[in-house]
């Protein structure tokens, strides 16, 4: 089996498949924007496919907190197995150099033939049983395949950076600010990544170039590092979500952000691509010929469960005093937030949210 990409879910399905070729086009290390917040069920993941974080000086992340202004915080405790800030520039060396990638190699397209597939590369064709798409959002294999989806109107767009600073209180912490939100997780012993997000328009509010507006709005989220140094550039990221028509035909598989990629609100992009490449494995080493099929009944049932998640999130921002009663009903059932939490990451069903947890998700009876 070829993968195409060496980040985490293509290094990941890498060490889950025996004898996997994972082909990489960039060289490590290297930095990207993410979110770089890692919930149990990825660690879990890692764990299973061989990788301790803990052992390796991640730091764990015990919670997820929202705030917004002038409304008390709602924390979720993460049960079980802690989760983990993984900066990219280390993490996915790590899983690179495990798992054998080979850098430096550009797949360049891909032609499925009756009893396989022949993948072209910069070094050459290579013939291969299946193979795996994880090369990243807006992959251009994917739009060579005719799979990625016209781009909607409500796009959002992000701008990241790292920070030299203790914050979080080892949580990711979502702040809800009327025109844009922001995420940060802690990614080392004393650094914290920090994404803003919001449409076009609310991340341009602010005058300046890139890293100026970066500050501006980041001051207002979280005064407490606005003086603090970056210890990277600021990305750009979006728009996003950006769906696709199509994540698996005959022996041509798309995971990780190339699968789709939604709203990063929810932190749990890595963990989602970390899954799908764990019942990918399974799939493909049970029967190649119903993989594909079986993949995409999964897959959608896993968009459906993350959307709707997503969604529920970006309804408490935007609308100051919707915002502030919601966080005041989760503030008061923190098991609420706990058991969305667990849906989100797939430990648990939407079956485990009772009307009480919905009555505090969705405002009712709150003025």
């Known amino acids: 089996m070829v993968v195409v990409g060496g980040g985490p879910v293509g290094s990941t399905l890498g ?41 390796a000086g991640y730091p764990a992340i015990a919670g997820i907190q929202y705030r917004a202004p002038g409304a008390p915080w709602a924390r979720a405790a993460l049960s079980g197995t802690p989760g983990r800030g993984v900066r990219r520039l280390r993490f996915d060396r790590l899983l690179a150099a495990t798992a054998g990638v080979r850098p430096g190699c550009r797949v360049l ?32 294999l994917v739009r060579q395949l005719g799979w990625a989806s016209p781009r909607g109107d409500a796009q959002r767009f992000g701008l990241v950076g790292h920070l030299e600073a203790v914050g979080g209180d080892g949580d990711i912490v979502v702040s809800l600010l009327p025109s844009f939100e922001t995420y ?17 328009a609310a991340l341009r509010s602010a005058a300046g170039d890139r890293e100026e507006r970066y500050r501006r709005l980041l001051a207002a989220a979280h005064p407490e590092l606005a003086g603090a140094p970056l210890s ?28 789709g990629f939604l709203d990063p609100l929810t932190g749990d992009g890595i963990t989602a691509g970390l899954q799908q490449v764990e019942f ?3 799939a493909l080493a049970e029967d190649l010929t119903s993989a594909a099929a079986r993949y ?6 896993q968009w459906r469960r993350r959307r709707m998640v997503g969604y529920l999130a ?48 969705l405002n009712w009876g709150r003025r």
């Open 280 to 282: 990918l494995a399974q």
């Open 15 to 55: 060490l889950l498949v025996p004898g996997a070729l994972v082909l990489e086009a960039g060289r490590f290390p290297r930095d990207k924007p993410c979110g770089e917040g890692l919930l149990p069920a990825g660690v879990e993941v890692l764990r299973r496919a061989g990788i301790e974080l803990q052992e």
């Open 232 to 259: 990277g550039p600021v990305w750009g990221a979006g728009p996003f979500p950006r769906p696709v028509t199509q994540v698996a035909s005959g022996r041509v598989f798309l995971a990780g952000d190339a699968s």
């Open 184 to 200: 940060l997780a802690p990614v080392g012993e004393r650094e914290v990544l920090v994404a803003v997000l919001g449409s076009r």
């Open 314 to 361: 970006r309804q408490l921002s935007g609308r100051p005093s919707l915002t502030r009663r919601a966080l005041r009903g989760l503030a008061e059932r923190p098991a609420a937030l706990e058991r969305l939490i667990n849906v989100s990451q797939g430990s648990s069903g939407w079956g485990a949210l009772g009307a009480a947890d919905w009555a505090a998700l």
């Open 109 to 140: 397209g891909l032609r499925q033939l009756p009893s396989g597939v022949e993948v072209q590369t910069s070094e050459g064709a290579v013939g291969a049983e299946a193979v795996v798409v994880a090369a990243g959002i807006g992959s251009p």
């Open 296 to 301: 995409r009944r999964w897959h959608r049932a």
